[in-house]
């Protein structure tokens, strides 16, 4: 009888971790769930594509040179990992966030609405944007302004209005340019590599557009829908948070041009190439030196009320941001990482063992 009343116990307890409560979803979206059982005291980690290698490293040399458990790293993009992050406090909740962008006001109030309310941000490195294509794809050399003539989703029609974007090929864009059809394959809304990308890209592209300097004047609103919408003919394609698929669909397209990040592109060179922008390879060093200019920073968010909960989290910190993995020299450059400044890491290093949390208003 106490064993029939045991079992009976345990698959209510069974149902009940696998209830509505731990899969909520925000604006839709349902968040990962929790750990199976027997990894609820692993540190987990959500978030971006581009950080995830990097990350992912950092955690395979920290389980095999400690005594804790090797880190559960989940690719959900920068959007979809502050959701999960979000979801609240506790082991079986994710305790960081990797990000290609730095958390919005919005997700510090979503986090806020579930009791998450102690972030620690730590900037971990650069990154450079690329548009790239497969080795047997024809050359780019874009300009900002040709950026943002190709993917906006409106255009001047040079007599005073706004028409649909007309360009269908790259040569409609600039006669310099190649006479293929426009196909971009980019990351989708979730991603921050997006963000970035409508933020360093067709924003700074739209500043050097005549009409879109005297809209930003005139009507502030209406410039930052034309500046930052993307056109939804299939000239885009949402291509998922899915790096490797992305690069496979370069290699057997060479017409096709892909949105990704440079670590990404550094890795498969042998496969694909990437455009110049403004005549400058993005490279190590030009991205490193700002010559480089569609570049950004990256970061992953540390919740601190998991730190007494989670064992090895401030540990998995330490690891991070040692010289020999996040240094110049370190193994994490070699996986494609532009190193912050010497002192920029040492106080960004002091900040993130201290727990320093973040300031946000309110």
Known sequence: MRLKTLLS??????????????????DGEPVPPPPPLGQADRIRIVGSSTVAPFSTTVAEQFGA??????????????????????????????????????IKPSEIELCASTG?????????????????????????????EEIFRALAVELPDGNGGWIANPNRTWADVAAHLPGIPIYVYGPPPTSGTRDAFVEIALELGADEVPEMVALKASDPEAWDRRATTIRTDDAWIDAGENDTALIQTLTKNPNVVGVLGFSSAEQNHDRIKSARVNGIEPTFQNIATGEYKISRSMYFYVKAQNVPLVPGLT????????????????????????????????????????????????
Request: aromatic share 8%.
């Open 65 to 102: 040179s400690t005594r804790f458990a090797t880190p559960i790293v989940e690719t959900t993009g920068t959007g979809g990992g502050f959701k999960a992050f979000c979801h609240g406090v506790g082991p079986e909740q994710p305790s960081i966030s990797n990000a290609s962008r730095r």
């Open 9 to 26: 116990s345990l698959g209510f307890l069974a149902v009940a971790a696998c209830g509505d409560g731990n899969l909520q979803a925000f």
């Open 315 to 362: 540990e998995y910190i330490d690891a991070f941001t040692r010289e020999d993995a996040w240094g110049p020299e370190g193994y994490l450059a070699e996986k494609g990482l532009i190193p912050l400044p010497a002192d920029e890491r040492d106080r960004v290093r002091a900040h993130a063992l201290a727990l320093t949390l973040m300031e946000t208003e309110g």
């Open 116 to 144: 998450v309310t102690e972030l620690v941000e730590v900037k971990i490195g650069f990154d450079g944007i690329v548009l790239a294509s497969g080795k047997d794809g024809p050359d780019f050399d874009l300009s900002k």
